[in-house]
């Protein structure tokens, strides 16, 4: 598991944490009030929290015309230590004057890598649990660059996208998937690509990556390894115990992750952290879920354990460990799981047992 903060830039005493909180659509705003409670309820194990309620999204979107305000950035800048991301409707056609707010999120504050663990809970406390593996996802460059054009060719209409890979960016995910390795029993790293056909921009990926520990001196003890994204899924559902931390490019990242999220039961479970060298954000891996958004069903359990992965980012690692143990615990016993885990309960009742753990 992801025991460990990445940084150590937040561990200095504070007597109040300011937490940004961005519902944004759907079902975000159903299961970040959720984690706000369960971050309320670790009392002294954290600073005061202190919460800043912010917009952003695909509704902020139609009834502003903007997607992400101006004022939503700068306080996440000026006035908070972190913040919770809940999820985005981002429709699939093309909207003139609307980007994902989520992606630019990452872009303005320099989250450069999203931490993306995906964990079983094994049937018995203290047991090693079947699937134990971290996808480490560049989170600035790739195709989300979003730099497309359509033209009228010889065959009709031509459709192009520019996918960036830099050497900054490679590196600085690649030294952050080495930390994440290097602090784990098994210190195994698995470089993503598909450089036998993307040999320029996955190419790329793959040696600057593969070259962080010359050019750092460190990582010695870190065994390196390969594969193709396609077999990479493959290996996923056939074998998962092969894996321990995964790095990849932007999208390569995001599938990986969301294919991961089968071999736990469902995307309601799973965390992440975007996080940069001087910021971090929670942010649940699943959607906003518009076909239960309203109905009091959505699973709280990612939003609470994206809370305790930011949590421990920040140092605060009693409050985070309390968290993901009442978490297992409730998971453990079955007693109350939401319908995308084949249970009846209700958002409210998941949340409520997770807080009668703690």
């Known amino acids: 598991m992801f025991r460990a903060p990445l940084r150590s830039f937040a561990t200095q005493a504070r007597s109040s944490l300011k937490i940004g909180l961005i519902p944004a659509d759907g079902i975000g705003k159903e299961v970040i009030p959720a984690a706000r409670q369960a971050i309320v309820a670790l009392g002294s194990d954290i600073p005061k ?153 996955d190419g790329l990926f793959r040696e600057t990556v593969r070259g962080v520990p010359a050019l750092t001196g460190k990582y010695s003890d870190v065994t390196i390894a390969e594969q193709l994204v396609d077999s990479a899924v493959y290996r996923l559902f056939r074998e998962p115990e092969v894996f321990d931390v995964m ?36 942010e649940p891996v699943h959607g906003s879920a518009p076909d239960i958004e309203g109905k009091g069903i959505a699973n709280p359990i990612a939003s609470i354990r994206s809370a305790a992965l930011m949590l421990r980012h920040l140092g605060y690692t009693k409050g985070a460990d309390r968290l993901d143990v009442a978490v297992d615990q409730v998971i453990r016993e079955g007693r109350y799981l939401t319908p995308d885990l084949k249970g009846t309960s209700t958002t409210q009742e998941v949340l409520d047992a997770v807080l009668g753990k703690l």
């Open 49 to 201: 929290p202190e919460f800043i309620n912010l917009h952003a999204g695909w509704e902020t979107f139609t009834r502003t015309g903007v997607a992400l305000p101006h004022e939503t950035v700068e306080i996440l800048k000026s006035e908070c230590d972190c913040a919770l991301f809940g999820s985005v409707s981002s429709p699939s056609r093309k909207v003139t004057g609307y980007s994902s707010p989520i992606v630019q999120l990452r872009k303005e504050l320099d989250l450069y890598a999203n931490v993306r663990p995906v964990v079983s809970v094994a049937p018995n406390a203290g047991e090693q649990p079947a699937v134990d593996l971290i996808v480490v996802r560049e989170n600035t460059e790739c195709l989300y660059v979003k730099q497309e054009q359509q033209i009228d060719g010889p065959n009709g209409k031509e459709a192009r996208a520019t996918r960036l890979i830099t050497e900054r960016a490679s590196r600085r995910i690649g030294q952050m998937a080495f930390e994440l390795a290097a602090a784990r029993s098994r210190k195994h790293l698995t470089i993503i690509h598909k450089s036998n056909v993307l040999s320029i921009t």
């Open 247 to 282: 790095v990849a490019p932007n999208l390569y990242g995001d599938i990986i992750s969301d294919a991961a999220a089968a071999l736990v039961g469902s995307l309601g479970l799973i965390p992440s952290i975007n996080a940069g060298d001087d910021f971090v954000m929670g």
